[in-house]
């Protein structure tokens, strides 16, 4: 199976502040990476797909991109209503499997 | 408008039973996998298993693997999920999620859009 490997598990930042949360596959995924996010009680979202790209609706100040087997979700300027859990998913091959998730909190 | 809803909250006592469900609309049911996923309190999301409509190929996860069923109601667009004797551990929310991507290769695709969630409380 692959592994994802999320870090940090949590996070406190400020608004404004430029965020940023990593994955790291136990091997190769190619680009099949996908980002979402969770606010409590909600269902989660899809914020990057296939690595870099962001669906409709999704504000730009989110991004991702790939080196390797390293993943990076950047989130350019946190805003109040960014405050939530995200997670990485690979599509790679089954098992699907999730990273453990980031909270990210308000400082 | 693409659209999951699943079924209400279900609270049950360990051993019985149960059988939740996920009613899609808005795009053609057949020709896009529907997975289920889990998630225990506080905890992280977790893959059980995954299947085409088209044809039914399903594939679980090997925790899942024997310990639930994923069907679905072609005449009805709707994808289940069912127990035949639940555990204490099988308290959680589950959700069911259509993939995108590319017709029906699994690799590469992305959950989009989710339903709801389900709350599955199972108690001794």
């Known amino acids: 199976d692959i592994q994802m490997t999320q870090s940090p598990s949590s996070l406190s930042a400020s608004v404004g502040d430029r965020v940023t949360i990593t994955c790291r596959a136990s091997q190769s995924i190619a680009s099949d990476l996908n980002w979402y996010q969770q606010k409590p009680g909600k269902a989660p979202k899809l914020l990057i797909y296939?690595?870099?790209n962001l669906p409709g609706g999704v504000p730009s100040r989110f991004s991702g991109s790939a080196s390797g087997t390293d993943f990076t979700l950047t989130i350019s300027s946190l805003q109040p209503e960014d405050f939530a859990t995200y997670s990485c998913?690979?599509?790679?091959?089954?098992?699907?499997?999730f990273g453990g998730g980031t909270k990210v909190e308000i400082k | 408008e693409v659209q999951l809803v699943q079924s209400g909250a279900e609270v049950k006592k360990a051993g019985e039973p149960l059988k939740i469900s996920c009613k899609t609309s808005g795009y053609s049911f057949e020709s896009y996998w529907i997975a289920w996923v889990r998630q225990m309190p506080g905890k992280g999301l977790e893959w059980m298993g995954i299947i085409y409509p088209g044809d039914s190929n399903t594939r679980y996860s090997p925790s899942s693997q024997g310990q639930v069923i994923i069907s679905v109601d072609k005449s009805i667009s709707t994808a289940y999920l069912q127990w035949s004797s639940l555990k204490t551990s099988d308290t959680a929310i589950y959700y069911c999620?259509?993939?995108?991507?590319?017709?029906?290769?699994?690799?590469?695709?992305?959950?989009?859009?989710w339903g709801q969630g389900t709350l599955v409380t199972v108690s001794s």
């Open positions: 296939a690595a870099s």
């Open positions: 998913q690979q599509s790679h091959t089954t098992p699907l499997t």
């Open positions: 999620a259509r993939l995108r991507g590319f017709g029906d290769l699994l690799s590469g695709g992305w959950f989009d859009p």
